[in-house]
């Protein structure tokens, strides 16, 4: 059994659900949001057909909560607004969180004096949706 618990993206935790439900997990969905892809920025129809999906497999959503504990056989999740504690065995806990730009890369190349095109998150831009438009502007400008 996997848990997923996503406080940032939900983009790849539905996708990491996805995957993981292809390959025959059970999946638990833990969020603190009240269903899965509530923050995502994309239309109803393409939200509500993410969720179809999931629902359909062997995926629980558990919504108003967040990860407080991870042990061997089971994680330990919170409540929201609360001190209450809930216990749901998994063997496997993925992570979906914010993401964090990693310019390492691109200012080494650039004190090189490489050209170069950057998109995404190293752009300084969070969001599938932002890195998306940013590779398109620059190739169209290739």
Same mark, same amino acid.
Not at 74 to 94: M, P
Not at 104 to 118: M, P, Q, T
């Given at each position: ?81 609360? $001190?209450? @504690?809930?216990?749901?065995? /998994? !063997?496997? =806990?993925? #992570? ?7 310019? $390492?890369? @691109?200012?080494?190349?650039? /004190? !090189?004096? =490489?050209? #170069? ?26």
């Amino acid at each position: 059994k996997t848990l997923i618990e996503t406080f940032g993206s939900f983009a790849e935790a539905i996708s990491a659900a996805e995957l993981l439900l292809a390959a025959g997990s059970e999946v638990t969905f833990v969020s603190r949001f009240d269903k899965p892809g509530d923050s995502l920025p994309y239309p109803p129809v393409t939200v509500g057909a993410a969720r179809e999906r999931l629902m359909a497999g062997r995926c629980d959503f558990i919504g108003g909560h967040y990860l407080r504990r991870i042990a061997a056989d089971h994680v330990e999740i919170g409540v929201l607004y609360t $001190d209450r @504690v809930r216990r749901v065995s /998994a !063997r496997t =806990v993925v #992570l979906a969180g914010f993401n964090a730009p990693n310019r $390492d890369l @691109v200012d080494e190349l650039g /004190a !090189r004096g =490489v050209k #170069l095109h950057v998109v995404g998150d190293a752009r300084g831009q969070n969001g599938i949706m932002h890195a998306i438009h940013g590779a398109a502007e620059v190739a169209r400008s290739i």
